[in-house]
Each structure stands twice: as structure tokens, then as C-alpha cells.
């Protein structure tokens, strides 16, 4: 790229700026393609260049800034596909503010779908001639439905550019993010033109991507990982990327590994599910040809790290090229735009082990010695220099001392600035001062974490501690040891919280069972999980429920809903 292009793309206030740019820098270049799978037949692919998107945005853009109501806010519901990029650069040409959502298959996604359309007061509903109708099939005559504009924008005739007026960027709302509501209802986080340019940045400076990256996604276009993570860093650093359904990764979700393989992709990731999913389907006769050898990049985040995971995924994946100093564990959240801390690229990962009673009371003490007595653990790498990260004591609000366990505090420009309609929790969690200097604000993440040899560590979710007699338990680090218990047990479906039980905190497990255990099975397997969890943490059982395949309660990003498994459960045991 000569030094001219490099100057004003380095001068872009937005990401449309950004598109703009390549567009005519390269109009011809390929930037994504859509992979549908059909069952033994290769998959059907559809494409966009850099110039095809941007004028599929323009035309988009001009037509809703024709409406009556030009500027509001609009909910995009579109299966997997190109269709949801071009709605999603459309809106933010018109300066109309994207809500990504997804279409409402089920009771539950419709009953999300529903509670976003209100909150955010949507005067849009944007999404394919084929899923409107689906849609409002399942509204049953819904008043607050009434008022909003559907439109299908696959049918969109070709507007004339001079139709499109470019809006003003920088500070205003780009889009609304709906956290996954993995420990409370689903807040919208809305986030600025000025915060996605910057997380783009930061992507970029964790990642080292260019113009020469080749990514593969599976990761929903409604959540974070996989919008700005995936599609729009695809799209500021100039490279190309292939995407395809959820659906079709947990169907075979060797399909991922296979299409970095044809592709020789450089980047790709998910969430820690996704490479422990890999490791449990592979087998020789599957993985004959294949070749890992490009994958630079294994971005691992959204949920817990866990080493065991990454340590199968490598020693499985190394005989088909996969480098251990691709695996990437990094840390973010939706708050902050996307990612917050993570390693330099193709470097290995930090693996330290630290004293599990001393972390049981609050500290992070680096261990060895006994095996039993020592818990493994991932580092997500540093913030960025730019960037100011503190634990800090949730009570008391004062910066921890070192080696101290407490909340993670983070001031960064890719930190939004509030919840959409919710003043208090905007205040509570964008609006923190440290009581030592009160130097601020500071975004609150509810997670919990420390610093350790320079390197954040995550222990859990604020929300989610489990304190019983004093002594403090990560109830991902309980799942884990329950689940690799009993065969019985499925992985990644289990939830541990404590109850409230003659005025004493209790532990209780909830678990998913495979199908083919019956019920005979059960008090056997019950003791097999209690019997662990006394062995690795010297703590009690109160009950082990034990529920069908895929009834756990999940957030629609697959995370662990802990709080309504504890609800689910007290509501039951009245």
C-alpha cells in the first residue's frame, strides 16, 4: 500500500471511513465469503468484495434515510450470512443505530427478541424477505409491535448514491450491544463510533493482523466475538475472511478446522467449548489431510480458559501442523467494546500454577508441591499501554495489594459510557472512583482476577462466588472437576452455586446426563460427584440434580445462566 492510502486510512474517525477507503483503495478485493454446508455435497459459497460492500451499505443507507424518522435505532434479525454485514455497515452509514439480535426460532430467543425490540424502543426491524413473516407470525397482534417499520432489505432496489448523506461519527451511538445475560437480564451497552474504531485498534495491536489475514468464523454475528472480533476487524485490517453458521460448527464442528485447513487461514477462535468440541470428535479417519500449519491465531474467550482444554487441543491438533504458539487466551466483554488484555502474537501462552487454599482465602500465591493442592491457570496477557487496569476490593472500593484476588477494574477509550435506560446500573458500573486517590471513572467488569508476573488472570464472575465458611470457590473450577467425574456427565453443562439452607451456605451441582444413563444410574453418579468435589476442595455436597441433555439454562451465546439455575432450583424445592 503506498504511503497515500496509508495516511488516510490511518486518518479514519470511523469504520465507515475505514470501508470507504479500502473500498477504493482495492474495490476488487474479496472480504468475505459465506459458506452454507449441505450434507455431502461441497458447501455453497456467496461473496462480497470490499467495493460490492460498500455499495450494498450505500443503498441500504439511502433508503433509510428516506424514512420519516431518519436517524433511530434499528433491530437486525437475519439468519447467518452476508445479509446481516451489509444491514449492519448500512445502518452505520445512515447514522441508524444497529441492534444485533437474532431471529426468534424459540420460546426463549423470542422472549429475548421481544425485550430488545422494547427496551431499545426500535423504530426498525431489518431482516430477509424470508424471516419477516416468521416472525410476525409469532407476535399474536403484539401493540407494541405496531409502530415499528419492517423491512426486508434483500429486496431493496438500487438507489442512486446521491441519495446517501454521510453522517457525522466520532461520539454519537453506532450500535447497541445486548450483553449474553449470563448473570442477569440482557443490558444494552452502547457503544460509539470512537469505541469501535479504537477496539479495532486494539484487536490489531493483540492479533498483528494486515492486510495479508485470512480468517475463518463460526461465532454468531450478534455477539461481540463474533461481530468485532471476526467481521469488523476482518474489515479494518484489510484481509479476508470465509464465515459460516453456529449450526453448521456444532453439527460437525470439524468443519471449522478442516475449512482453515483449504483455506490455509491465519486467524480463527471461539470460545473454550468450541476446542474442547473438536478434540472429543476427532478421530485419524476424519482428520486424514488435514493441514494447521497457517493457523497463526487461536483466539480463546468469552468464557473460562481452561488449561486441560488447551493442552488436549494441542496435543491432539500438533501431528496436523497446529503450532502450541498459536493458542491464544485473551479477555474481554462487551463493556468494553470486546477485548481488553491479551498476549504479543506468536508468543506461547503463560501457564502458571498457583496454591489452591491460599486462593480459597482470597490470595494468588504461586505454588508447588502438592499435585492436589495446586490449580493450573491460563493468563489473558496485559491491557494495552495506553490503557490503565487495577484490581480493586468490590466492598471497599481500594486497590488490592499484590497478589490479592478482587475485581478488575479497567479505563480504556473502548469503554462504553452507559446502559441504554438503565441510570443506575450505568453508575454503578461505568461510573466507579478508586477510594485510595479517587482517580477515575472506571469501568466496573464484575469479573474477578489478578495480576500476577505482570499478567491478568481470570478467577471468575463477581456475581458467581460461591463463600462458604469464609473461604471463597470459583464455581468454574468446581464445574470442571465435576464434569470429568463420570462419564454420565456432559462437558460444559453444569452449574455450581450455593443455597442458603438452615441459615448455612450449601453447595449445589446442577448437571446435564447423557441419554443413554438411566435413572438407575443416578445415585451412583451423584456419588461419584460428591466424592470429587470433597477430594479437590474438601467441601460438601448438598444435592447433585442431575436434568436431561440440553435443559441447563444458557445464555443464546452458550454460556452457563447460573443465576437462573439457582432459581430454577429454589423455585422447585419451595
Not at 474479496?30 to 450505500?58: C, D, M, V, W
Not at 494486515?210 to 463474533?226: A, I, K, N, T
Not at 493458542?327 to 504479543?344: D, F, H, M, N, R
Request: hydrophobic share 35%.
Amino acid at each position: 500500500m503506498d504511503k497515500h492510502n496509508e495516511k488516510e486510512l490511518s486518518q479514519s474517525r470511523s469504520l465507515v471511513d475505514v470501508l470507504t477507503s479500502r473500498s477504493r483503495i482495492h474495490p476488487n478485493k474479496l472480504i468475505f465469503s459465506h459458506h452454507h454446508f449441505e450434507r455431502n455435497n461441497p458447501p455453497k459459497e456467496i461473496s462480497l468484495t470490499y467495493g460490492q460492500l460498500n455499495q450494498s451499505a450505500i443503498k441500504i443507507a439511502s433508503m433509510l434515510q428516506k424514512q420519516n424518522n431518519p436517524g433511530g435505532i434499528a433491530v437486525l434479525i437475519y439468519p447467518p450470512g452476508l445479509d446481516y454485514i451489509v444491514a449492519f455497515m448500512g445502518c452505520l452509514y445512515a447514522g441508524v443505530i444497529a441492534v444485533p439480535a437474532y431471529p426468534p426460532y424459540s420460546p426463549i430467543l423470542f422472549n429475548r427478541f421481544k425485550s430488545i425490540v422494547k427496551d431499545c424502543k426500535a423504530n426498525y426491524l431489518l431482516s430477509t424477505e424470508d424471516i419477516i413473516p416468521l416472525v410476525k407470525s409469532q407476535l399474536n397482534d403484539d401493540a407494541d409491535m405496531d409502530k415499528i417499520k419492517w423491512i426486508a432489505t434483500d429486496t431493496i432496489e438500487n438507489e442512486p448514491e446521491k441519495e446517501f448523506l454521510s453522517p457525522g461519527h466520532n461520539e454519537e451511538i453506532a450500535f447497541i450491544q445486548y450483553t449474553s445475560g449470563s448473570t442477569s437480564t440482557p443490558k444494552g451497552v452502547c457503544l460509539t463510533h470512537d469505541n469501535l474504531l479504537d477496539n479495532s485498534k486494539a484487536i490489531n495491536h493483540f492479533f498483528g493482523t494486515s492486510e495479508q489475514s485470512r480468517g475463518v468464523f463460526w461465532l454468531p454475528l450478534y455477539h461481540d466475538m463474533g461481530l468485532i472480533g471476526g467481521v469488523l476487524q476482518t474489515l479494518f485490517c484489510g484481509g479476508s475472511s470465509i464465515l459460516f453458521s453456529p449450526l453448521d460448527f456444532l453439527r460437525q464442528p470439524l468443519r471449522w478446522l478442516k475449512t482453515i485447513s483449504s483455506s490455509k487461514a491465519t486467524i480463527s477462535g471461539g470460545p473454550n467449548f468450541a476446542y474442547d468440541l473438536c478434540v472429543r470428535k476427532a478421530s485419524p479417519d476424519q482428520l486424514e489431510g488435514l493441514d494447521l500449519s497457517s493457523w497463526n491465531l487461536a483466539f480463546n474467550g468469552a468464557e473460562p480458559i481452561r488449561h486441560e482444554t488447551m493442552m488436549r487441543f494441542y496435543d491432539t491438533f500438533k501431528h496436523y501442523g497446529f503450532r502450541y504458539e498459536a493458542l491464544y487466551p485473551c479477555y474481554g466483554l462487551a463493556e468494553s467494546t470486546l477485548i481488553v488484555s491479551g498476549a504479543l502474537h506468536n508468543t506461547p501462552p503463560t501457564i502458571t500454577s498457583f496454591d489452591k487454599t491460599a486462593m480459597n482465602s482470597n490470595k494468588a500465591i504461586q505454588g508447588n508441591g502438592d499435585q492436589d493442592n495446586l490449580l493450573t491457570m491460563v493468563s489473558c496477557g496485559r491491557p494495552r499501554p495506553e490503557n490503565r487496569m487495577v484490581i480493586v476490593n468490590p466492598d471497599t472500593h481500594k486497590k488490592c495489594q499484590p497478589s490479592e484476588i478482587g475485581e478488575i477494574w479497567v479505563q480504556s477509550p473502548s469503554t462504553a459510557k452507559f446502559y441504554l435506560n438503565k441510570p443506575e446500573e450505568t453508575m454503578t458500573t461505568f461510573q466507579a472512583y478508586l477510594k485510595d486517590d479517587m482517580s477515575g471513572p472506571f469501568l466496573r467488569t464484575g469479573d474477578l482476577g489478578f495480576i500476577h508476573g505482570g499478567e491478568l488472570y481470570i478467577a471468575g464472575r463477581l456475581k458467581d462466588l460461591i463463600i462458604i465458611r469464609g473461604k471463597n470457590y470459583y464455581p468454574s473450577d468446581i464445574e470442571a472437576v465435576v464434569e470429568k467425574s463420570h462419564m454420565a456427565l456432559r462437558l460444559g453443562c453444569s452449574a455450581a452455586f450455593s443455597i442458603d439452607h438452615e441459615k448455612e451456605e450449601k453447595l449445589v451441582i446442577v448437571q446435564e446426563i447423557k441419554g443413554d444413563y438411566t435413572a438407575d444410574d443416578h445415585d451412583l453418579i451423584r456419588k461419584t460427584v460428591s466424592k470429587a468435589v470433597m477430594k479437590y476442595f474438601k467441601l460438601e455436597v448438598h444435592e447433585v440434580v442431575l436434568i436431561k441433555q440440553n435443559t441447563i439454562a444458557k445464555t443464546s451465546s452458550g454460556k452457563i445462566q447460573r443465576h437462573a439455575c439457582k432459581e430454577n432450583y429454589l423455585r422447585e424445592n419451595k
